[in-house]
């Protein structure tokens, strides 16, 4: 089992920047990637970046590129998601995730482990 814990969420103003972190724990030699998806209310969960665990390599969706920077600290088990120039439509419930199979993915049914999640609210 993975465990992950995200923090450093919180309410920021338009155009201001957050970096979210998630700790894994437990069997984290099993972690092939890891992704950060959110989930605004009334919408379904969706992705946001993903990290390859081995070699670093980023992914990231469509609305989020060129404003957030996926990263991680293998020592640390940590990975961090830096949001810069926030919108109001980045508000959201921002997960953390991570697959022990899949090297990189984008799907939500390709991760084994979640976190419990952290609010990020952006105010216009």
């Known amino acids: 089992q993975v465990q992950l814990v995200e923090s450093g969420g919180g309410l920021v103003q338009a155009g201001d920047s957050l970096r979210l972190s998630c700790a894994a724990s437990?069997?984290?030699?099993?972690?092939?990637?890891m992704g950060w998806f959110r989930q605004a209310p009334g919408k379904e969960r969706e992705f946001v970046a993903a990290?390859?665990?081995?070699?670093?390599?980023?992914y990231y969706a469509d609305s989020v590129k060129g404003r957030f920077t996926i990263s991680r600290d293998n020592a640390k088990n940590t990975v961090y998601l830096q949001m810069n120039s926030l919108k109001p439509e980045d508000t959201a419930v921002y997960y953390c995730?991570?697959?022990?199979?899949?090297?990189?993915?984008?799907?939500?049914?390709?991760?084994?482990?979640w976190g419990q999640g952290t609010q990020v609210t952006v105010s216009s």
């Open positions: 995730a991570a697959s022990s199979h899949r090297e990189y993915s984008d799907y939500l049914d390709e991760y084994d482990y």
């Open positions: 437990g069997r984290t030699f099993s972690i092939q990637a």
């Open positions: 990290v390859n665990w081995s070699v670093g390599k980023a």
